[in-house]
């Protein structure tokens, strides 16, 4: 089947993000392969997806046909494997020269008509575009975590995006159930600008003592209703990704009001990077 013009989907990066992204298009109909450097990595992706679905499907979000469907996926180590897709989104870590090194090399190796897709969380779209030959073919496809669960996905035009090529990404976005956010390609785009401030903001008030972390995250869940403080949220995410963002945002922005607080910058030096680390402002047990 085909969604927007697009049928076969690659993947590249099969961490939280990727694994997520995946299972979604898979679920909808559409064939999709990940690619990730380490065979682990794509194990547990595999694992994490068949648990994720076998869960929705028993809550009646996914029907026993869709959920066969994730089992369908494609893994592999060898990122030629996707020569023959016609949208690869790119999940691997918020590293521009990363990034970058890989769009290149994609672009020299799929079909010219091929539309090159970025999750990036902040880093411009429009500067990872510029090192391929396909400018016009190349958007921001923002999705959040838990991809499976959160009903958002940001789409951000490149400066040179074609309009086809986002609005095909807007039907495929919607044919997958979820809600567009539409973008331009400012830092932070509009979810993390707003979000990631908020977050930096209770770690100053953690590391000014103005409250502990637990009084700071009651305060915020319970009285803005939020599904979890900003603090557990934080570790949820993985801290290094809040800094990197908070990089990002004072870096593109050149505006003080974004200077990353500096226990955030301390949590991260020290590997406290949150649930995957087993200890963020948190510890966690597994
Ligand atoms: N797949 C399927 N089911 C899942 C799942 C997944 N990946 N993750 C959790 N669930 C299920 C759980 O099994 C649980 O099911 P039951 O109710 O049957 O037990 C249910 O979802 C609820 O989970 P929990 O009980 O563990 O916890 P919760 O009620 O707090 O919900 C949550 C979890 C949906 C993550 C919720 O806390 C939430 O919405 N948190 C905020 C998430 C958020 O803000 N995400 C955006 C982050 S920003 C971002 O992603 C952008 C960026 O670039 C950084």
Known sequence: MAIA?????????????????????????????????????????????????????????????????????????????????DLII?????????KKDLFVRLDQSVSPETVLATNTSSLPVTR?????????????????????????????????????????????????????SLSRDFPGFVVNRILMPMINEAFAALMEGVASAEDIDKGMKLGTNQPMGPLTLADFIGLDTCLAIMEVLHTGFGDPKYRPCPLLRQYVDAGWLGRKSGRGVYTYNN
């Not at 690619?35 to 996914?62: F, M, P, W, Y």
């Not at 089992?71 to 060898?78: G, K, N, Q, R």
């Open 5 to 85: 013009g697009f049928s076969q989907v690659g993947v590249v990066g099969a961490g939280q993000m990727g694994a997520g992204i995946a299972q979604v298009c898979a679920s909808s109909g559409l064939r999709v392969t990940v690619t990730d450097l380490s065979s682990g990595v794509l194990e547990a992706a595999s694992r994490n997806i068949q648990a994720s679905a076998a869960r929705l499907c028993q809550k009646g979000h996914l029907t026993a046909e869709q959920q066969k469907l994730t089992a369908e996926i494609d893994y592999t180590t060898d990122l030629s494997r996707l020569r023959d897709c």
């Open 90 to 98: 790119e999940a691997v870590i918020e590293d521009e020269a990363i």
């Open 128 to 180: 990872l575009a510029s090192v391929t030959n396909r400018a016009d073919r190349v958007i921001g496809i923002h999705f959040m975590n838990p991809v499976p669960l959160m009903r958002l996905v940001e789409i951000i035009p490149g400066i040179a995006t074609s309009p086809e090529v986002q609005s095909r990404a807007v039907e495929l976005v919607t044919a997958l159930g979820k809600e567009v």
